[in-house]
């Protein structure tokens, strides 16, 4: 059983290296595809290890996925918010660097939030029953005092006018029916092409890329980011429709004077302990707030032993996922060096296209392009990129509240 | 190009296209189709079914409606209050298909009894 298990964490992590790197390729449509083949699968693996694979899977992705959304600007809902630091830090020329922030983020979540475990695995159901009536409420409060918080009359206007249009446009895109994969669409052109569209207008020249330029950060403030991070993305993995991004705008008001630095082994952290959380709140109130845990709880289920088992096999695959990131990094970095970033934005942006046609048909494209529109405006009147996240957020909170 | 022009730009696009989202979200229908005829291909596709309530299981958050018409389907719908489900009644559903454990079912998004 047990090299059966480290096998399948192999496997999941190489198959965590695809849905991470690939745009588009999101770890639950892999997980759905094997919950879907699963009847066939288990004739030759037991459920143990098929669940183990898609954890191993989902772990990897958590890191893998910050490459092209450092290195191309491809950002998705889990990464968005790491977006502009990391393409910052891009035009800085320490991309890789980038990458190993939100890789130590990862590592040190994940530490904290297994030694937070057994103190969540009582809290979770109390905070849970307290807070599950107002739900809608408590997201709707927390929208305003983000907006509320902002600096000035102007941002908060702006900020308050961008939720709210990202939201009426998460509404309508989300509600025409027989469009699959409607999100892909929506959160490329509010997080990535609205990225490249700007940097290509701004006449961005990267400039070369040094794997071996690092930044020193004091102990305190690496220590600092991930508890915030792991906290964060403890609080919201409670909540229905909240996830990395709002975690992410929370660390951004509470713990203020981090840098980019510090908030992308923000980033990094709550992406992980957000996969990890799942595993506990599927545990302790039967709900799993992502597909892949869905279909793990689908295939075995989520006790004590299973939750101690897929606890360790996400430490196996984020210690070799830690690696196999850092490694491909520097092959990105030493590529992305040798090509003409005007010329990699365009075809980046072709490539989203193309995938939006073929994931979401054409009126994926009216959505991309809709979403791409909005994603500049938050560019160009400068206001938070969480605020975009209106488009998820908004449907929920009138969804508890109607 | 200008930050001024492309902002403008981006505004009158954002608005226009959030109108034709919504104009195409009103014209567009899922399509109606016979319980029968729902297979696994159908898996997270948007269907309109209709049919008469053979059975209603109320649980916690949400209502199993069983739907019959040459087939029985389930129908999975969140509890709002509003819908006063009985057997016999003539019902309309619109929602999303969903294999659960094997077994397809229809997550709603609006529901409408006619008779």
Not at chain 1, 310 to 315: E, I, K, Q, R, T
Not at chain 1, 361 to 387: D, E, H, Q, R, W
Request: net charge neutral.
């Amino acid at each position: 059983m047990f090299p059966e298990i480290l096998l399948a964490v192999f496997v999941g992590c190489l198959l965590g290296v695809v849905t991470g790197l690939v745009p588009g390729v999101h770890i639950n449509l892999v997980a759905a595809i094997l919950l879907s083949a699963s009847p066939f699968l288990l004739q030759f693996i037991n459920p143990i290890t098929l669940a183990a694979l898609i954890v191993a899977m989902s772990i990897a992705h958590t890191f893998l996925d910050f490459i092209p959304s450092v290195y191309l600007g491809i950002a998705n809902e889990d990464t968005a918010m790491g977006a502009l630091p990391g393409h910052k830090m891009l035009l800085s020329g320490m991309a890789h660097e980038a990458v190993k922030l939100t890789v130590i983020g990862g590592i040190l979540g994940l530490a904290t939030i297994i030694l937070a475990m057994p103190a969540a695995l009582f809290i979770v159901p109390g905070i849970y029953s307290g807070v599950e009536p107002m739900i809608g409420w408590i997201l709707l409060f927390f929208i305003l005092f983000l907006i509320l918080n902002e600096a000035d009359s102007n941002s908060k206007f702006w900020s308050f006018f961008i939720f709210m249009l990202s939201g009426v446009f998460g509404i309508f895109a989300l509600g025409i029916p027989n469009v699959p994969n409607a999100l892909f669409p929506m959160l490329a052109g509010l997080f990535g092409v609205s990225l490249l569209i700007n940097g290509l207008n701004s006449r961005i020249i990267l400039p070369e890329q040094d794997s071996e330029k690092e930044v020193r950060l004091p102990k305190k403030l690496v220590l600092k980011s991930s508890f915030a991070g792991a906290l964060a993305a403890s609080m919201v993995s409670i909540f229905p429709g909240l996830g990395p991004a709002q975690a992410a705008a929370l660390v951004e008001k509470f713990f203020r004077r981090m840098g980019d630095y510090g908030y992308l082994i923000v980033i990094g952290c709550i992406n992980t302990v957000s996969m990890v959380f799942a595993l506990i709140t599927t545990y302790t109130i039967g709900k799993a707030r992502n597909g892949s845990i869905v279909a793990v709880d689908e295939i075995t289920g989520i006790g004590i032993n299973e939750l101690a088992l897929f606890v360790a096999v996400s430490v196996i695959a984020a210690c070799f996922a830690a690696f196999l990131t850092l490694k491909i990094s520097r092959i990105f970095c030493r590529a992305i060096s040798r090509v003409n970033y005007r010329l990699l934005c365009v075809c980046v942006i072709c490539f989203v296209i193309i995938l939006t046609v073929v994931f979401s048909g054409f009126i994926g494209l009216l959505i991309l392009s809709v979403a791409t529109s909005i994603g500049m405006l938050s560019v160009l009147l400068k206001t938070p990129k969480s605020y975009s996240m209106g488009c998820l957020l908004l449907p929920v909170i009138l969804w508890f509240l109607m | 190009m200008e930050e001024k022009t492309l902002l403008k730009i981006a505004f009158i696009f954002s608005i226009v296209g959030v109108v034709a989202l919504f104009l195409v979200s009103e014209n567009i229908a899922p399509q109606e189709i016979k319980i029968s005829e729902i297979s696994c291909a159908d898996s997270g596709k948007d269907v309109k079914i209709h049919g008469r309530i053979a059975g209603v299981d109320e649980k916690e958050d949400i209502v199993v409606i069983s739907v019959a018409q040459e087939k029985i389907i389930k129908v999975v719908a969140f509890k709002d209050g509003k819908l006063n489900l009985q057997k016999g009644q003539v019902i309309e559903v619109e929602g999303e298909v969903r294999n659960y454990k094997g077994n397809l079912e229809i997550v709603a998004d609006k529901m409408k009894v006619e008779r």
